[in-house]
């Protein structure tokens, strides 16, 4: 992952009415793929938003590419391709047509063969390309949107819950396709979702955010070392219900579940857990066919994180 | 290039306002309205004063149209202003435009003036189309006269806009936009119903400020730019702020309404606006 | 805005349709009379009439006038010195004989009627032109007298005796917008089909 910084918030705060969207948000947007993590309330859209000029922020600034995002904002948008999660197009034209007028929005001349190649690589069908936008399904309706986004070869894309209304298999191609851009293009992408695990597969930095706050920001690896050092451990074990009462009662146990038949259990401390767990399942005279070791995710990490905010 | 920018989305901003069927209701109602006022002379003259009647007959229908043309425009512009921009809002589309460079100032104007334009446009040719229809054998009069329709209905129809946008902007949702819009103008319109004439004879206080308001004012505008001169006003109502102000007090007036309330929009939306839901 | 034939041809269509139900309902004039200044002996009074092309009238050189009533000294000392005087009393019918002549020209200058006659009398007129028609009556008889006209038309009239230019204008506005649609349409489900015939024969292949 780059360490350059195209974009920076600092201390950003907005309210709207009595509600606090963003609350002294400080976050750096880097070139390479940037994942936005929250939940829904998270702020992620405002802070979409905010950085392209479509809100002011009461306190603080936002920059992008060097330029402050509200008073500097058609500079910003310039650079910036966005592809929304509410899908708005002019549906009385085609798809051709909208791309061509979002591109003479962008100040950008795109010939017919671009249109095409770009129709072509996010895998909008050929045959709908002069159906009006009123006529496509939600997955038509969102390559588009991504074909729009990724007009005039932008520096940032800004994917704002790209896979919302995708089919699982879509979903892949989509996921696919952003390392892809990312290389051929040299473009940098933020995308904001609530589906962690699609994120850790195509972000390089991360930012976790919860109630308009900043909880975490940094790469995979930086984010596993700053978690707690709990882990999780699945073990296959009979009959599952006698060692789970046992567990139950470890002190180091943070969590424990049953789950078809398999206890997952985290633990604080590695250790004492190793040590203590044969003699466990001695007490409980059950048999043990099976522990796995189960790598920390981005999952656990959000959570962990939110928690300790709490 | 930026007006090249903005006449591309012009072109599609008023595709998509006067799509099917937006516009054959609107011409529809406009022709049920137009003519309706049109009728021929049905008094028998002196030849020597025939052409000053005959002009007094054309001024008197190019007049007696444009009023019945006001409520259809109103309607339909204050419908299709809180449409375009509450329904642009409400489905992400004004933020999808928003997030590429173009400038607020450019977005506003094009939405405004993708309503107000065509109406103007469609009010003058459906007025000059049928009073045409029946004073054809002096066409260059019938055109000269129709010409001051213009900005008088334009005038018009921006304080309307003005107006529709302002709920739109301060509403945020489509329906309840449109009915308040619509409810709004609508009842800024109805002072233009009341028989001045006769409300001032009978005494009543305010008949002399209806020609303030910004319709009534805008018709008697145009009256006297028509040349249009009341007759048998009787001497105690001749001293009433209609037959004695001029035409350009009114012209000042339809200007100051349109200024206190599309500027302050203008101004509003390109240095405030938020979009947020 | 896509402006094409078939929306071109609906709106012909909506405005033509709305003229034509607008002439079937409005009522076309009856009947109406005037009268100026008496005319003097051998001096012609030159009358203006607009007309639409209404179908066969008849214009009618009239015998009888109205005469308003003198104010009387109640009258003089009630008026206030400006504006109107009301004056009491019945208006006061005169009915003379004189002998008329009547010309009519039409508004290209075609002389449609001329004719001389002791009054009342009228004479049928096609008026089949939009426009001034001048009645020219010049007083043939032996007093000054006022010379009204009238114009009368048949109490029953069909559509064809309206407005006979705005009928044929909302016709061919009717009719070219059917053809015009009825154009559009069937280019739009041409063009339909042929996208459909195309997609299978690529399909096939």
């Keep these: 992952m780059s360490c350059e910084v195209i974009g920076e918030f600092k201390s950003v705060t907005k309210r709207f009415g009595a509600t606090m969207a963003l609350d002294s948000l400080s976050l750096k947007i880097y070139r390479g793929v940037n994942g936005l993590v929250g939940p829904n309330g998270a702020g992620k859209t405002t802070a979409i938003r905010l950085s392209l000029g479509l809100i002011k922020p009461n306190v603080g600034s936002a920059e992008l590419f060097g330029s402050d995002c509200w008073r500097n904002s058609l500079v910003v948008r310039s650079k910036v391709g966005v592809l929304y999660e509410k899908l708005a197009f002019y549906d009385h034209l085609s798809g051709f047509e909208q791309l061509k007028l979002m591109a003479k929005l962008k100040g950008v001349s795109v010939s017919l063969v671009e249109l095409k190649e770009l129709l072509g690589i996010v895998e909008l069908d050929t045959g709908a390309h002069d159906r009006r936008i009123g006529v496509y399904s939600a997955g038509m309706r969102q390559r588009l949107g991504l074909a729009q986004a990724l007009i005039g070869n932008p520096e940032l894309v800004i994917l704002d819950e790209p896979t919302s209304n995708l089919d699982p298999l879509n979903r892949a191609k989509i996921l696919e396709l952003i390392p892809l851009l990312r290389k051929e293009k040299n473009v940098s992408f933020l995308i904001s979702s609530h589906i962690l695990p699609e994120l850790e597969k195509v972000c390089d930095n991360f930012i976790l955010m919860n109630k308009g706050k900043l909880l975490r920001q940094g790469t995979l690896e930086q984010m596993f070392d700053k978690s707690s050092s709990s882990i999780k451990f699945v073990i296959k074990v009979q009959p599952v219900e006698s060692v789970a009462i046992l567990l139950k009662n470890e002190e180091y146990v943070e969590d424990l579940s049953v789950i078809d038949d398999s206890l997952h259990v985290v633990v604080k401390d590695v250790t004492l857990f190793k040590q203590r767990l044969p003699l466990l399942i001695g007490q409980a005279g059950a048999s043990l066919d099976e522990v796995k070791m189960i790598e920390s995710d981005l999952e656990a990490v959000f959570k962990s994180a939110v928690e300790k905010e709490a | ?277 | 805005m896509r402006l094409n034939a078939t929306r071109l041809g609906l709106i012909l269509v909506i405005i033509g349709v709305i003229m034509l139900f607008n002439l079937w309902t409005v009522p076309v004039i009856q009947s109406y009379k005037a009268q100026f200044e008496p005319v003097d002996l051998g001096e012609t009074f030159a009358y203006g009439l607009f007309l639409a092309p209404l179908g066969l009238g008849n214009i009618g050189v009239e015998s009888d006038t109205v005469v308003a009533p003198k104010p009387s000294q109640d009258d003089i000392d009630n008026w206030s010195g400006e504006g109107s005087m009301y004056v009491s009393g019945d208006v006061i019918r005169v009915e003379y004989e004189a002998f008329v002549r009547l010309v009519v020209v039409s508004p290209s200058g075609v002389t449609l009627v001329d004719t001389e006659g002791a009054t009342p009398y009228s004479v049928p007129v096609d008026f089949t032109e939009r426009g001034e028609y001048v009645l020219y009556v010049t007083n043939l008889g032996n007093e000054t007298v006022p010379i009204p006209v009238s114009i009368k038309f048949p109490p029953e009239t069909g559509v064809v005796y309206r407005e006979a230019d705005k009928f044929f204008v909302s016709i061919i506005l009717t009719a070219s917008g059917t053809v015009l649609l009825c154009i559009g349409l069937a280019t739009t489900l041409l063009t339909k089909h042929k996208k459909t015939t195309n997609k299978s024969v690529a399909d096939v292949i």
């Design chain 2, 1 to 277: 290039m930026s007006f090249r920018v903005g006449l591309a989305l012009l072109k599609t901003e008023i595709g998509k306002v006067w799509g099917r069927p937006i516009l054959e209701i609107t011409v529809a109602l406009m022709a049920v309205m137009t003519l309706m006022s049109v009728q021929p002379i049905t008094e028998i003259v002196r030849h020597s004063e025939f052409l000053d009647i005959f002009r007094s007959a054309v001024m008197g229908s190019v007049s007696a149209t444009v009023a019945s043309l006001m409520l259809p425009w109103i309607i339909m512009c204050s419908v299709l202003m809180a449409l375009s921009f509450a329904r642009d809002y409400e489905s992400g589309l004004m933020q999808s435009i928003l997030s590429t460079p173009i400038s607020r100032k450019m977005f506003f104007m094009v939405k405004f003036f993708a309503v107000v334009l065509p109406l103007v446009l469609l009010s003058w040719v459906l007025t000059t189309f049928f009073v045409g229809l029946t004073f054809y054998s002096s066409p260059w009069l019938v055109l000269q006269l129709s010409f001051y329709m213009l900005p008088v209905s334009f005038l018009s129809l921006m304080f309307c806009g003005g107006l529709g946008v302002l709920v739109a902007l301060v509403v945020r949702r489509t329906i309840p936009a449109v009915l308040t819009s619509l409810l709004a103008n609508f009842f800024i319109w109805y002072p233009t119903t009341i028989d001045t004439k006769r409300a001032l004879m009978e005494g009543v206080g305010y008949a002399n400020y209806l020609c303030l308001t910004p319709h009534d004012g805008a018709l008697v505008f145009l009256d006297k730019l028509l040349g249009i001169v009341p007759k048998g006003i009787p001497l105690e109502i001749a001293d009433a702020l209609e037959y004695t102000l001029p035409a350009s007090s009114f012209a000042v007036l339809l200007v100051f309404y349109v200024c206190i309330l599309v500027i302050p929009m203008f101004v509003y939306f390109i240095r405030r606006f938020e979009i947020c839901d």
